[in-house]
C-alpha cells in the first residue's frame, strides 16, 4: 500500500496568510502605490506648472514676441536680442569649453602617469563641479570683466560659462573615453601606430557619442544660466543685435534667462505673460537639448 | 624560456612606449594637453585667490568677530551698518531645512520605489523623467515660486500669515530642484547593495516593503548621507530662486513664512546694484562669496568620503 491511500482527505492549503502576516504583507502591498505615487508627484508639480505657464504665456507669444527688442510696454516687449545674445554666448562658450575639457580627459586617461597629480587632479575637478554658478560669476567678474578689462562682453560672458560647464564637460568625456573598450587601443599600438594616433584615429571617434552627449547636456544647462551672467554685468537693456565680428565679441548682451528674470521681478502684472511667453521658449530649447542628446547617444551608438 | 604568462594590456602599453619610433610633434601634443588639465587646477587657483584676496580687504575694515558675532545683523542699505553674516547664513539654513522636509521624504521614497519595486522597463523611463526635474533652468523655477506658489497658492490659502516674499515658496521649488538629485544618488547606493542580503531577508519570510526599509535603507544609508550632502550643497549655492522669492530683508528666522535674504541672494542684490570698487559694499560680496565656496566645498568634500567609505563596505 502506498502512503498516498493511507493518508486521510487532504485539508484544502491555501496560502491566505493569517493574522501579522497577513497584516505585513497588505502593508507591502500598499506601500507599492504609496511610493509610486510619491515618486510621481514632483513630475505632476512640474506638468501643473507647466500648464498654468502655457495659460498665461501662450496668448503672448507670437512672431513680434519673437523679433522686438525689450520695450517698457509690456505688449511691444520681445526677446530678440536675447534670443541672439544666448545663441551667440552659447556659440563661444562651446568653442572655448570643449576643446579643453576633452583635452584634459585625454591627458587624464590616456596619458597622465597615475600617481598624486592624477589624483589631485581628478579630485579638483569632482570638486570644481560642486561650486556655484555665481562663485562662478565672481570669478568671471574679477578676472574677464575687471582684470583682461573685457567689460560685460559676450566674450567676457562665454569665458565665464565657459569655466562653469568646464568640469561636467570633463567628467563626461573621462567616462565616454573610458568605455572604449582597451582592445581597440592595443590593436592599434599592436599595428605600430603611436599613442597619439591610437588617441586620434581609434579613442576619440569611439568615445565621440559620449563626448557629444555631455556637450549638449552641458549646453543645456549654460543655457539656463542667469545667476553667473548677473553677477559679470549682463543685467541690461539691450535693444540691438551682436555684431557679427570679432569687435561683436566686446559689445554688452543679454540672454533668454536673464530676460525672463527681469520680467519676472516688474511689479506690474503685465509682464507676467511676457516671463511665461519667454519661458515657454527657454523651456523648448533646454528640452530639445536634452532629447537631442537622448538621440543622437542612440544614433552614433547604433553605428 | 617562456614567459610565465603573456602580456597584458598594461605590460603592452609600457613595452610599446619604450620603442625609439615617435613622431616629433607628438612631444607637443602632449604638452598642450597637460595644459588643458592644468586649467581646471588654475580655475581652482583663481577662485581661492580672487574670493580670499578682496574678503581679507574686507576684513581690513569689519573685525572678523563682528562679521561671525550672531548677535550682530546685516544692515547694508543705511547707517549704523552693520556686517553680522549670521542673518544671512540663517536665511540660506531656512530654505536649506525646508527644501529638505519637501524634497527628502519625495526623493528617497523615489529612490526605494525605483531600486526595489520598480520593473526594469519603468525604471528606464521615469529615472529621466525625473532627472529633467534637475534640468530646468533655476530662473523658470524663480517665475513659477513667485507668480503661482507664492502669489496663486500660498497668499490664497494662507492670506495675511504669509508675506509676499517668503522662504516656502522658495523652497518648494528647490525641494523640486534637488529631487533628483536624492532620489538618483540614493537609487545608486540601494542598486549597489548586493543581493544576498534581499534573499537572506525574502528567505526568512520578510515582505517587499520590510526588505527595502529594514534591509537595503540600512545597508545604503552611507551613500544616501552623501545624496543628502549634495543636495544641501546645491541648495545654498542656488541664486534665482531665492533671489527672486525669498526676498531680500535679513531675517533671523528659521519660520518659512517669512521673507528672508540667505547669502546667495545678498550676492545677486549687490551686482544687480552699482557698489562701487573698494568699497565695504563691493568687499562684502567677496567676504560673503569666500564664506559660501567653504560651505559647498565642506559638503562636497564631506560627500565624497562618505563614499568612499561605503565603497569599500561592499567592494
Known amino acids: 500500500m502506498s502512503a498516498a491511500e493511507t493518508t486521510t482527505t487532504p485539508a484544502t492549503v491555501t496560502l491566505q496568510a493569517e493574522g501579522s502576516v497577513a497584516r505585513r504583507q497588505a502593508w507591502s502591498r500598499t506601500s507599492r502605490w504609496i511610493l509610486l505615487a510619491a515618486t510621481l508627484l514632483g513630475l505632476v508639480v512640474l506638468v501643473i506648472l507647466g500648464i498654468d505657464n502655457a495659460i498665461v504665456g501662450i496668448p503672448s507669444l507670437d512672431w513680434d514676441f519673437l523679433s522686438n527688442y525689450p520695450s517698457r510696454f509690456a505688449e511691444r516687449a520681445g526677446i530678440r536680442s536675447s534670443i541672439l545674445g544666448s545663441v551667440w554666448v552659447l556659440v563661444f562658450t562651446v568653442i572655448f569649453a570643449i576643446p579643453v575639457a576633452v583635452g584634459a580627459a585625454v591627458w587624464m586617461e590616456e596619458f597622465a602617469p597615475q600617481n598624486a597629480i592624477l589624483t589631485t587632479v581628478r579630485l579638483n575637478i569632482a570638486n570644481l563641479a560642486g561650486v556655484p554658478s555665481i562663485i562662478y560669476g565672481i570669478l568671471g567678474l574679477a578676472v574677464f570683466v575687471r582684470l583682461m578689462e573685457l567689460g560685460p562682453s559676450i566674450l567676457a560672458g562665454a569665458l565665464t560659462l565657459a569655466l562653469m560647464i568646464l568640469p561636467m564637460t570633463v567628467i563626461t568625456s573621462v567616462e565616454a573615453i573610458n568605455q572604449v573598450a582597451p582592445s581597440i587601443r592595443e590593436g592599434s599600438l599592436a599595428l605600430g601606430a603611436t599613442r597619439w594616433q591610437t588617441v586620434w584615429n581609434h579613442v576619440l571617434p569611439g568615445a565621440m557619442p559620449g563626448i557629444l552627449t555631455g556637450t549638449i547636456l552641458a549646453v543645456a544647462r549654460a543655457a539656463g544660466e542667469t545667476a553667473a551672467l548677473i553677477m559679470i554685468g549682463a543685467f541690461t537693456f539691450i535693444a540691438f543685435d551682436p555684431a557679427l565680428s570679432f569687435g561683436g565679441l566686446l559689445d554688452s548682451f543679454t540672454t533668454l534667462p536673464i530676460q525672463v528674470y527681469n520680467w519676472t521681478i516688474r511689479p506690474q502684472p503685465e509682464f507676467r505673460a511676457n516671463a511665461a511667453a519667454g519661458i515657454i521658449v527657454l523651456m523648448i530649447a533646454v528640452i530639445g537639448l536634452n532629447a537631442l542628446a537622448l538621440v543622437v547617444r542612440d544614433r552614433l551608438r547604433r553605428n | ?315
Not at chain 2, 612606449?17 to 588643458?36: H, M, Q, S, T, Y
Not at chain 2, 534637475?134 to 507668480?147: D, E, K, Q, S
Not at chain 2, 525641494?175 to 542598486?191: F, H, K, Q, R
Not at chain 2, 549687490?270 to 560680496?285: I, K
Open chain 2, 1 to 315: 624560456m617562456a614567459l610565465a604568462s603573456p602580456p597584458d594590456g598594461a605590460d603592452l602599453a609600457r613595452a610599446l612606449r619604450k620603442r625609439p619610433f615617435r613622431r616629433p610633434g607628438e612631444n607637443l601634443i602632449v604638452v598642450a594637453l597637460v595644459l588643458c588639465a592644468a586649467v581646471s587646477i588654475a580655475t581652482t587657483f583663481a577662485i581661492i585667490y580672487v574670493l580670499f584676496s578682496d574678503a581679507i580687504g574686507f576684513f581690513r575694515e569689519i573685525s572678523f568677530w563682528h562679521f561671525f558675532n550672531p548677535g550682530n545683523e546685516w544692515q547694508t542699505l543705511f547707517d549704523p551698518r552693520s556686517f553680522g553674516v549670521w542673518e544671512l547664513v540663517l536665511g540660506t539654513i531656512n530654505v536649506t531645512l525646508w527644501s529638505m522636509v519637501i524634497a527628502l521624504p519625495l526623493g528617497l521614497a523615489a529612490a526605494v520605489y525605483l531600486s526595489e519595486y520598480a520593473h526594469v522597463q519603468t525604471r528606464r523611463f521615469l529615472k529621466p523623467l525625473l532627472e529633467l526635474l534637475a534640468g530646468v533652468p533655476t530662473v523658470v523655477y524663480a517665475y513659477f515660486a513667485l507668480t503661482f506658489i507664492s502669489d496663486d497658492v500660498l497668499l490664497p490659502l494662507l492670506g495675511g500669515n504669509v508675506s509676499f516674499f517668503n522662504s516656502l515658496s522658495a523652497s518648494i521649488m528647490l525641494g523640486l530642484m534637488i529631487l533628483p538629485i536624492i532620489a538618483s544618488v540614493s537609487e545608486d547606493a540601494m542598486a549597489s547593495v548586493p543581493r544576498d542580503l534581499r534573499e537572506a531577508a525574502y528567505g526568512l519570510g520578510a515582505t517587499r516593503l520590510e526588505v527595502a526599509f529594514r534591509v537595503v535603507f540600512p545597508a545604503a544609508i552611507s551613500g544616501i548621507m552623501a545624496a543628502i550632502l549634495l543636495a544641501i550643497a546645491r541648495v545654498i549655492g542656488e541664486t534665482m530662486i531665492v533671489a527672486v522669492a525669498a526676498g531680500s530683508t535679513p531675517n533671523l528666522s528659521l519660520s518659512p513664512l517669512e521673507s528672508i535674504q540667505t547669502m546667495t541672494g545678498y550676492m545677486l542684490q549687490v551686482a544687480l546694484g552699482d557698489a562701487a570698487r573698494g568699497t565695504t559694499d563691493y568687499t562684502s560680496l567677496f567676504a560673503v562669496g569666500a564664506l559660501l565656496f567653504l560651505m559647498t566645498f565642506v559638503l562636497n568634500v564631506g560627500a565624497q568620503i562618505v563614499v568612499r567609505r561605503f565603497r569599500e563596505a561592499y567592494e
